[in-house]
């Protein structure tokens, strides 16, 4: 179509879906929206309807003229406009501002309101000019958009498919990009993120809103993390928050963006503790709060039972968020419920975590990261002494799945999820690194066992021997206990060791775990396999449990008495229970 002056916008083109939407796709990149606004001729139910289209095809009208102009059309003689009006509230999920703009109806739930659609979309059906076809596109959209607000996926992904049929019926190329971006966020629910990436990179015409461009660009990051792609994530939704800076009233996509950003930092450890919590347009705002608490409690140092209390007050705290808010949709009361049993195990409390865990329904099968998390805390679980009756096997197995399946996706990164494992699951990413067959990708996590004897290190940093023992019993949670004492006979040769295992994870403070040898072996001896109990045997020789020591520390004989165990369950003298229940007696 030959390219038209904004002003010169003739009346007949505003009944044509084609002729109008190319219009806008060839307008927009020159004109601002109130150029475009003024360009509409009349003020009849088409023309109203047609600035409507505009104020929410561009970002910079002001929220209360597109209510304004949504109102005006709501309340049209002409029922293809009052219908595309309703259908447009659903899309952009503001049917709660129905019973204010009308004046007439009470508050409508959203299946209540689905009904209304469904019968718009009866009446306009009976009409077959182009217009009518198109509000029938946008009211199957609308009636999409509910169904992915109440998790009926597969309702939507049909009413965004018939939508879509209807739309490019009369070359309605505009409303075309609209649905291609609800399925988008369709398959981001329903956890089809390589579907999200591809149909995103298909989305990317002219003819796509700029709104749902940045959604699109939103929804892409989110699919990017949940696959463990986290720092093409990252860079892609700081470019955007960069254009789009958080100002004292954002609008909706520029919240969406700022809170995305900060929700997949804290989710990997990396960030997201610089600014306040994206309150205003993001619901989920207190997970981001919760996982706040976790980064603060892992910031502070494991070295004294002043400094163990302030970490248990943090994890006591989020533990205590996740319980007095309820999540709003599947993935956020996973979140919750992973935060939860966390915190829990954290603390000591194991037999808390299993009953949250025993609590929760399956994570969908392309939530890579949940998938991994959940994995990783039965596995952690599995190698505490507390519960002797819990297989390593079963998640180690899963984690094994789940990392082969990563391989398959193209846009997924096996080393981005290995490392989510390994910031918030280190104990369980070192077992699979020391297992038979070990995966590659958890590799560094070795970093984090204590390799003891004539010489100790962790993290390739030389530790003297007093400060080795605290951290061996340490790794056993014996500081957890009540009344039990750490305080290391020599801590001034120390304290430079000790503030070196402070660090940064992204730009996040990390007080860096350690882990002996021994938990490994102990989770082996635990699979009933030949091949497990000679790969504790290898570790045992290259790891050792016990440091040696000239001088006399008090905190030797209970290592040397965990050395004492460990070897008698290699040499088959002790069962699993009898180690646990010596270990625990200590």
């Not at 209360?64 to 002409?78: M, N, P, V």
């Not at 689905?114 to 009636?143: H, K, M, P, W």
């Not at 700022?258 to 347009?281: E, F, M, N, P, W």
């Not at 072996?521 to 449990?545: C, E, P, R, T, W």
């Amino acid at each position: 179509m030959p390219r038209i002056a904004a002003r010169a916008l003739k009346p007949t083109i505003l009944l044509s879906p084609e002729h109008f939407q190319d219009w806008f796709a060839n307008q927009r990149q020159t004109q601002s929206s109130t150029t475009l606004l003024e360009a509409v001729p009349g003020n009849d139910d088409i023309a109203r309807c047609r600035r409507m289209c505009i104020a929410y095809w561009t970002l910079h009208p002001p929220a209360s003229l597109r209510l304004e102009l949504i109102q005006d059309c709501l309340h049209a003689r002409d029922s293809r406009v009052s219908c595309y009006a309703m259908a447009y509230l659903a899309y952009w999920r503001m049917i709660d501002e129905y019973p204010t703009l009308t004046g007439t109806q009470p508050y409508l739930e959203s299946s209540q309101y689905c009904y209304f659609l469904e019968a718009n979309a009866r009446c306009l059906q009976l009409d077959n000019s182009d217009f009518a076809i198109e509000a029938l596109a946008v009211t199957r959209l609308g009636i999409a958009s509910l169904c992915l607000l109440d998790e009926d996926y597969e309702k939507a992904l049909h009413q965004a498919s018939e939508a879509l049929f209807w739309a490019k019926e009369v070359k309605a190329n505009i409303l075309v990009g609209q649905i291609r971006s609800l399925l988008i966020s369709i398959h981001l629910a329903k956890a089809d993120l390589e579907t999200v990436i591809n149909l995103a990179s298909e989305n990317s015409s002219n003819y796509v809103p700029e709104i749902d461009v940045l959604y699109q660009q939103v929804f892409t990051a989110l699919a990017l993390a949940q696959l463990g792609s986290s720092q093409r994530a990252i860079s892609q939704l700081e470019r955007l928050a960069e254009t789009y800076p958080l100002l004292s009233e954002p609008d909706d996509i520029t919240a969406c963006i700022h809170a995305c950003l900060q929700q997949i930092k804290v989710t990997y450890a990396l960030g997201g503790l610089d600014s306040g919590v994206v309150r205003d347009h993001h619901p989920d705002y207190w997970i981001v709060e919760a996982y706040h608490y976790l980064l603060q409690a892992e910031g502070i140092p494991r070295i004294s039972s002043k400094y163990v209390a302030s970490r248990m007050a943090f994890y006591q705290r989020a533990l205590e968020h996740c319980q007095k808010h309820t999540a709003v949709d599947h993935r956020t009361s996973l979140q919750s419920a992973w935060i939860s049993a966390y915190s829990a195990l954290r603390q000591g409390q194991t037999a808390v975590a299993l009953n949250t865990l025993s609590q929760i329904s399956t994570p969908l099968s392309g939530w890579f990261d949940l998938r991994l998390l959940f994995a990783g805390l039965r596995l952690e679980l599995a190698l505490s002494l507390k519960h002797p009756n819990l297989s390593p096997l079963e998640p180690e197995n899963e984690l094994r799945q789940l990392m082969k399946e990563v391989e398959g996706v193209k846009p997924a990164s096996s080393q981005g999820l290995a490392d989510l494992l390994i910031r918030w699951h280190p104990l369980a990413a070192a077992y699979l690194a020391l297992c038979p067959e070990p995966l590659v990708p958890f590799k560094k996590a070795t970093q984090a066992v204590l390799r003891v004897g004539y010489s100790n290190a962790v993290y390739n940093l030389s530790l003297p021997p007093s400060f080795t023992y605290e951290l061996i019993l340490r790794s056993f949670d014996f500081d957890l206990r009540q009344g039990q004492g750490f305080v290391a006979s020599d801590p001034g040769s120390s304290r430079n060791k000790r503030l070196a295992l402070m660090s940064k994870n992204g730009e996040v403070d990390y007080w860096q775990p350690s882990f002996s040898a021994a938990l490994i072996l102990y989770g082996l001896m635990k699979v009933d396999q030949k091949a497990y109990h000679v790969q504790a045997d290898v570790i045992y020789k290259s790891y050792g449990v016990v440091p040696f020591a000239t001088a006399s520390y008090r905190l030797i004989p209970m290592v040397e008495s965990i050395d004492l165990f460990t070897k008698k369950l290699l040499a088959g003298e002790f069962g699993i229970k009898e180690y646990t229940q010596h270990c625990l007696d200590l």
